[in-house]
């Protein structure tokens, strides 16, 4: 059977039932577009708000950890300071627990390369000997120095009494007592480390009492087993003043 074709009217209400739908369909989309939207800007403003709250999170750590760096450093400083005041003053406490045992008792050390026991008293009189030298007090040092030699002929202390001794004669013009005195430490300790300088002070003295000759051999003398000295240097220049 042939299907009737459809009124008017049927057609009419088809079409404005699609155009509705249409319509409906539409605005839906439309709507769901917007929420969609709302809800990606509410999240990307949530998204910031959460970063901006993490990152200040982070500096005030971050202040914190400097901060805290700061004070465990000043502590440190503290620590290291206090560490070098101990060690200082124990190094005092000990030197002067070393001088006073030294005053006491025998004790063995070793003096510019000489070693030897050195006896109660003893450092404290050689050191008066060289305060006297010091001050200017030659005479006194002469004497001082002699004394020294005198009582504690095997002392360490004994090639500087020597020494200072001849350097006191010669300051007081003595020439033949510091030549005799210089002399004698050079014979006796040959290898000490002021032999360079003692022969320096008996080449002066030896030129003062107008024995040029023997001035003349001594500057050679330094000169030649001592170049790369100071006492060398002034030598050649003295030996080169001798007429």
């Keep these: 059977m042939r299907k009737q074709p459809c009124s008017i009217k ?5 079409a404005f039932c699609l155009s509705a739908s249409i319509i409906f369909l539409g605005t839906s989309t439309s709507a769901w577009a917007l929420f969609a939207d709302d809800d990606a800007r509410k999240a990307i403003l949530d998204l910031r708000k959460s970063l901006a709250t993490t990152q200040l999170e982070l500096q005030s750590q971050i202040e914190k950890l400097k901060a805290d760096n700061a004070e465990l450093r000043g502590k440190i400083e503290n620590l290291e300071k206090q560490g070098e005041e101990i060690n200082a003053s124990q190094k005092t406490y ?4 070393d001088n006073r045992l030294g005053n006491f008792e025998p004790r063995t050390i ?4 000489v070693t030897g ?4 008293g003893e450092k404290k009189a050689y050191d008066d000997a060289l305060k006297s030298f010091q001050a200017g007090n030659l005479k006194k040092a002469e ?7 005198n009582r504690y002929p095997k002392s360490p202390y004994l090639p500087l009494a020597l020494f200072w001794n001849g350097n006191s004669k010669y300051a007081n ?4 007592g510091a030549i005799a005195q210089l002399q004698n430490l050079i014979k006796r300790f040959p290898n000490h480390p002021r032999i360079p300088v003692a022969m320096l002070t008996l080449g002066n003295a030896q030129l ?4 040029k000759a023997a001035a003349k051999k001594t500057f050679t003398e330094i000169i030649s087993k001592y170049p790369d000295t100071e006492a ?3 030598a050649q220049q003295l030996n080169a003043a001798i007429k």
């Excluded at 070793?110 to 390369?113: A, K, S, V």
């Excluded at 004497?143 to 030699?149: K, N, P, Q, T, Y």
């Excluded at 003062?208 to 024995?211: A, M, P």
């Design 10 to 14: 049927q057609t009419l209400s088809r």
């Design 94 to 97: 000990y030197e002067d627990l």
């Design 110 to 113: 070793t003096i510019e390369g």
């Design 117 to 120: 026991t050195v006896q109660p």
């Design 143 to 149: 004497g001082e120095f002699s004394a020294f030699a």
């Design 173 to 176: 013009k003595d020439y033949t």
């Design 208 to 211: 003062e009492s107008g024995n």
């Design 232 to 234: 060398a240097k002034d």
